[in-house]
């Protein structure tokens, strides 16, 4: 029988009245199950009641000893099934007793099982009575649950104390297809229109997915706005990761949480908050999301982990390399420039770079460097720097040979491109190999980096004068660079507007003095320059007293490698320099002495004390080789010896660092060439002093002193004291020393205390003396393994 449609609505609407139920024409599901499954996220926590169970309560109190009778008969069924070759049957979904205030309850519960063997009986006979009364107390007035219960009463007095009244609650029976009675509404069970109920602020049989995705969008941005400026708390970092599991959180609310934490993460202290919240396991899965932005929101986000030494390692004890080496074949640019960012980061340390070569990414990476997107070409290019600045990752980014490609970028319009790719370069050039450096001259670097060194761009100017430095530790590339006039043109930097610019240019023409050739070239150039513009003639004094620290480094030792070749000595001569590099003895930074002392002369004289009792190892070892170059000439030795800086000198031997040592026993050789420097010597009753050294663990100051001893020996003077301390014994043992140079170093004070009667007597007596000795040790150990026997 066909019924018309209006009339079944009608008779529809009957039922719902009869059978006290929701009057629903289109079918929607209202369910609680269906809002539990789609609604999530905190604000949708207070549409629901917390649920309890049996297990829930055993899980939270295990010295109760609560044990659920169903899972016990499950797990019981599971067994008898298991043993009859039955199937496992799936667990029950439970349905746990749903009440409002389960923290109330929790404390009742403690509170009558005051022994661990009441739990389970206080739990069977009055848990569900005691939700019950809770529940009549939270309905309005006329409305109750009932209970069917057929056990006795039973109750510990302590319970019934705590709750009086329960025994009298009333038992009565729901009867069947009936349920409690609502309000009388076109809207679902959780619709606004029921005042007395807390629902959410749509109509739910209205709202739609989209809205819902809408809502909770909305509800990020407000929870971002009203936190923004304030630092990353952990309740609200586990809001932030609440979001992230579920389907119905739309991609835009997710990028919306992934952008602000990326932001946040620059900061060490916002990075270490996030690290140790959920958010971080969320961002690691959020890599594979089908969302662009998801994706390169989380590898920037872990970039900047991973650039932060304190974040660092749980990135590389994570295994991501692999991740985010796939995401660089992805079809976004963006992602792939965020892939790349991170992995530049990671590649910072050995063990990300490692990661890295391991996972198959170097081709990749050189396919990225012709990428049409000049974001992807700058993150490529930083990241095959990183991988040649390990030693143990270099070959194998060398060994594809990218120079050709890095080379080919410099001449684009880009900036940061061809920053990051000079940066690449001077990686390459690092390496003693200079198979790179001349795979870069093939190339034609030289001809970009001239252009380069004219740009307006002062980073590009400073990278350019980088390059060049690394490139000249080649002497194949320095020829080169020699060959191309580029030194006139790194002079003229000396006059940059930007100090690193002049940093970076001297340190260059410091590595181009190494040569003969290229010192000379430094020395026409800055003729030329400093004549024609400042009518001046190679002046170095403005340098030396630039503010810059690097800047007087590099230039004291710029002069000192002028001063070592012949061809440009005598200019280095004629400058007025050495009262200025006198001064940078007392710079705060010690380095700097290194480079100065090759170009000072007798005035600094007065300063030598003071230097030589330095606390610093490194000031006290440059003012013993400063004292020995004073000391190797002939008209500086007579004015050092006038200080008698022998007794200084010898007080260094108790020094513990062992090239301080080396030193002062260099200084003292030169002095001892001079007649009178080994009477300084003999004077300052160093002889003892000096035979003890021979015994010293570094084979260097061995070796010295076997020089020093010598030098002595051939001066009438202090032959016979030499001869009378017996060096002999100590240096014929020195003749089967390990070290190679230390046996050779022995022959010469031996052959020059030879030249004198008393010393060849000397030395066979000495020989002699460790015959006898060595026969007698024979003699020792034969009776003591005859006694053995």
């Given at each position: 029988m066909n019924a018309l449609g209006s009339k079944l609505k009608v008779l529809t609407r009957l039922r719902c009245e009869i059978?006290?139920?929701?009057?629903?024409?289109?079918?929607?599901?209202?369910?609680?199950?269906?809002?539990?499954?789609?609604?999530?996220?905190?604000?949708?926590?207070?549409?629901?009641?917390?649920?309890?169970?049996?297990?829930?309560?055993?899980?939270?109190?295990?010295?109760?000893?609560?044990?659920?009778?169903?899972?016990?008969?499950?797990?019981?069924?599971?067994?008898?099934?298991?043993?009859?070759?039955?199937?496992?049957?799936?667990?029950a979904k439970t349905k746990g007793t749903r009440f409002a205030h389960a923290v109330f309850v929790r404390s009742s519960l403690i509170l009558f099982s005051g022994e661990?063997?009441?739990?389970?009986?206080?739990?069977?006979?009055?848990?569900?009575?005691?939700?019950?009364?809770?529940?009549?107390?939270?309905?309005?007035?006329?409305?109750?649950?009932?209970?069917?219960?057929?056990?006795?009463?039973?109750?510990p007095k302590h319970f019934a104390h705590a709750q009086p009244g329960l025994h009298s609650l009333p038992r009565t029976f729901m009867p069947p297809l009936t349920r409690q009675d609502t309000r009388?509404?076109?809207?679902?069970?959780?619709?606004?229109?029921?005042?007395?109920?807390?629902?959410?602020?749509?109509?739910?049989?209205?709202?739609?997915?989209?809205?819902?995705?809408?809502?909770?969008?909305?509800?990020?941005?407000?929870?971002?706005?009203?936190?923004?400026?304030?630092?990353?708390?952990?309740?609200?970092?586990?809001?932030?990761?609440?979001?992230?599991?579920?389907?119905?959180?739309?991609?835009?609310?997710?990028?919306?949480?992934?952008?602000?934490?990326?932001?946040?993460?620059?900061?060490?202290?916002?990075?270490?908050?996030?690290?140790d919240s959920p958010v971080f396991n969320c961002i690691l899965q959020m890599l594979g999301s089908p969302y662009t932005g998801a994706r390169s929101s989380s590898c920037r986000m872990l970039g900047n982990l991973a650039s932060h030494d304190c974040t660092a390692p749980a990135i590389l004890e994570s295994n991501l390399c692999a991740r985010l080496v796939s995401l660089l074949h992805d079809k976004g640019s963006e992602v792939i420039r965020e892939a790349m960012y991170a992995l530049y980061h990671v590649a910072e340390r050995i063990e990300g770079a490692q990661a890295i070569v391991e996972a198959k990414a170097l081709n990749r990476v050189l396919v990225l460097l012709e990428s049409p997107h000049s974001h992807v070409q700058k993150w490529a290019c930083g990241l095959a720097g990183n991988l040649a600045l390990h030693e143990s990752t270099a070959p194998a980014i060398l060994e594809l040979n990218p120079c050709m490609q890095l080379v080919s970028l410099l001449p684009g319009n880009d900036a940061e491109v061809i920053l990051w790719a000079m940066y690449a370069l001077a990686q390459f050039a690092r390496w003693g190999d200079s198979m790179q450096a001349q795979a870069m001259i093939n190339a034609n670097v030289l001809y970009q980096?001239?252009?380069?060194?004219?740009?307006?761009?002062?980073?590009?100017?400073?990278?350019?004068?980088?390059?060049?430095?690394?490139?000249?530790?080649?002497?194949?590339?320095?020829?080169?660079?020699?060959?191309?006039?580029?030194?006139?043109?790194?002079?003229?930097r000396l006059r940059d507007e930007d100090p690193e610019v002049m940093v970076e240019a001297i340190s260059a023409l410091s590595q181009l003095a190494r040569l003969s050739n290229g010192a000379q070239a430094i020395v026409d150039g800055a003729q030329t320059i400093d004549a024609v513009l400042y009518g001046k003639v190679l002046?170095?004094?403005?340098?030396?007293?630039?503010?810059?620290?690097?800047?007087?480094?590099?230039?004291?030792?710029l002069v000192g490698m002028l001063a070592d070749h012949e061809p440009t000595s005598q200019a280095v001569s004629e400058?007025?320099?050495?009262?200025?590099?006198?001064?940078?003895?007392?710079?705060?930074?010690?380095?700097?002495?290194y480079g100065a002392h090759a170009a000072l002369d007798a005035g600094a004289l007065d300063h030598v004390f003071a230097l030589l009792e330095s606390p610093t190892p490194n000031v006290r070892e440059s003012t013993c080789v400063l004292v020995a170059a004073l000391a190797s000439h002939e008209s500086t030795a007579s004015a050092l010896l006038t200080l008698k800086p022998c007794e200084r000198l010898v007080s260094l031997f108790r020094d513990e660092d062992f090239d301080v040592v080396e030193q002062a026993t260099e200084a003292l050789y030169q002095i001892a060439r001079w007649l009178d420097g080994a009477q300084a010597i003999l004077d300052?009753?160093?002889?003892?002093?000096?035979?003890?050294?021979?015994?010293?663990?570094?084979?260097?100051?061995?070796?010295?002193?076997?020089?020093?001893?010598?030098t002595l020996a051939c001066h009438d003077c202090t032959s016979q004291a030499i001869i009378a301390a017996k060096p002999c014994a100590r240096l014929l043992w020195l003749l089967h020393d390990q070290d190679i140079q230390v046996m050779a170093g022995a022959t010469y004070p031996l052959s020059r205390i030879a030249g004198w009667v008393d010393g060849a007597q000397a030395i066979v007596d000495a020989k002699h003396s460790i015959m006898s000795r060595h026969y007698s040790n024979l003699q020792v150990r034969s009776s003591e393994n005859g006694l053995a026997n």
């Open positions: 059978f006290q139920t929701s009057y629903n024409p289109q079918n929607l599901r209202t369910g609680a199950k269906y809002l539990r499954k789609h609604l999530r996220g905190p604000a949708m926590v207070k549409y629901y009641p917390e649920v309890i169970n049996l297990s829930a309560i055993a899980r939270e109190f295990p010295k109760m000893g609560i044990v659920d009778p169903k899972e016990v008969q499950r797990l019981a069924d599971v067994e008898d099934r298991k043993r009859r070759g039955k199937g496992t049957p799936k667990k661990q063997e009441d739990g389970q009986e206080a739990v069977e006979c009055e848990g569900t009575r005691l939700i019950i009364s809770m529940y009549r107390k939270l309905l309005p007035c006329g409305k109750h649950y009932s209970l069917s219960h057929d056990k006795p009463d039973r109750c009388p509404s076109i809207h679902s069970y959780w619709s606004d229109s029921n005042p007395n109920l807390q629902g959410p602020t749509i109509n739910l049989h209205a709202a739609s997915k989209p809205l819902m995705r809408l809502l909770y969008y909305r509800q990020v941005v407000e929870i971002i706005k009203k936190n923004r400026g304030s630092p990353l708390s952990p309740s609200m970092l586990e809001i932030y990761s609440s979001y992230f599991p579920w389907d119905y959180v739309s991609g835009s609310t997710k990028v919306a949480i992934l952008s602000e934490l990326a932001d946040r993460t620059a900061s060490e202290s916002e990075a270490r908050a996030v690290v980096i001239e252009v380069l060194l004219r740009s307006s761009s002062p980073g590009t100017r400073k990278s350019s004068c980088t390059l060049l430095a690394r490139l000249a530790c080649h002497d194949s590339a320095a020829l080169a660079i020699m060959k191309r006039n580029l030194c006139i043109q790194l002079v003229s002046d170095f004094l403005w340098l030396l007293e630039s503010s810059t620290p690097n800047m007087r480094d590099y230039t004291c030792t400058l007025t320099l050495c009262m200025r590099l006198v001064s940078l003895l007392y710079d705060e930074d010690s380095k700097w002495l300052a009753k160093a002889i003892e002093r000096i035979l003890i050294l021979l015994e010293s663990p570094s084979p260097s100051v061995r070796k010295k002193t076997c020089k020093l001893i010598g």
